[in-house]
């Protein structure tokens, strides 16, 4: 049982560039979250799903599109970088709202 | 009205002490309040959640105080370990048939303990 893993690491984005964060679980959850993470910012909701077909905007959507066509994959697509999106990004899975969110490792991007 | 603020910062307590993080909130419409747990290079992680409905859950070391009428809960962490130090995050989320667990998170507190 992997969890939430996450793809890739770590990666530099050029300004302009375009590139898709990848997001699988493998605990059939059907709830999704992608969070961005900034210092002294906490998280802050990007996009999340609440199920196969359905996702929806959360708090700074603004740069990133995601889908859900399957229940293990979610991904979270950036069009035409910018250096605003420097951040360490999360995927996060849960089975019930308000139950315990599962974390995946989290990818670090830079944009320059 | 969906802002969770968290403080300090930045802690620093020395082994065997009791480390203190405060959160309070706005939306009074909030009504599940856990705190995550994050080392270095690592994913955010459930330590403890709270349902308004008691003013206190323990959980070993860690204890979440709640007060509704103020709109603050805190964690306690009682014998504070070098293991402990991490960042740690409040959260909030609502009931509310549109909330699907979102969660709204404080800005996290670095959390160092000495041995």
């Known amino acids: 049982n992997a969890g939430v893993t996450q793809t890739p690491k770590f990666h530099i984005l050029k300004i302009g560039q375009s590139m898709t964060l990848q997001c699988t679980q493998d605990m059939n959850h059907n709830y999704m979250y992608w969070y961005r993470q900034d210092p002294g910012m906490g998280l802050k909701l990007i996009y999340y799903?609440?199920?196969?077909?359905?996702?929806d905007k959360g708090e700074v959507p603004n740069g990133y599109n995601v889908s859900r066509s399957t229940t293990e994959d979610f991904p979270l697509r950036l069009e035409l970088a910018a250096p605003s999106q420097t951040s360490v990004y999360f995927c996060?899975?849960?089975?019930?709202?308000?139950?315990?969110?599962?974390f995946g490792p989290g990818t670090r991007l830079t944009v320059l | 009205q969906q802002q969770v603020k968290q403080s300090p910062q930045s802690l620093i307590v020395q082994k065997g002490g009791i480390s203190i993080i405060n959160c309070a909130y706005e939306n009074t419409a909030f009504d599940y309040f856990p705190w995550y747990q994050q080392f270095p290079g690592k994913g955010p992680a459930l330590l403890i959640a709270?349902?308004?409905?008691?003013s206190e859950k323990k959980e070993g070391r860690f204890t979440i105080s709640f007060n509704k009428s103020a709109k603050q809960f805190s964690l306690h962490i009682m014998d504070s370990q070098p293991g402990d130090s991490a960042t740690y995050f409040c959260?909030?989320?609502?009931?509310?048939?549109?909330?699907?667990?979102?969660?709204?998170f404080g800005q996290g507190t670095i959390l160092t303990v000495h041995p």
């Open positions: 959260a909030a989320s609502s009931a509310g048939g549109t909330s699907y667990g979102k969660l709204t």
């Open positions: 799903s609440v199920g196969a077909g359905i996702t």
């Open positions: 709270i349902r308004p409905d008691v």
């Open positions: 996060a899975a849960s089975g019930l709202p308000r139950n315990e969110q599962f």
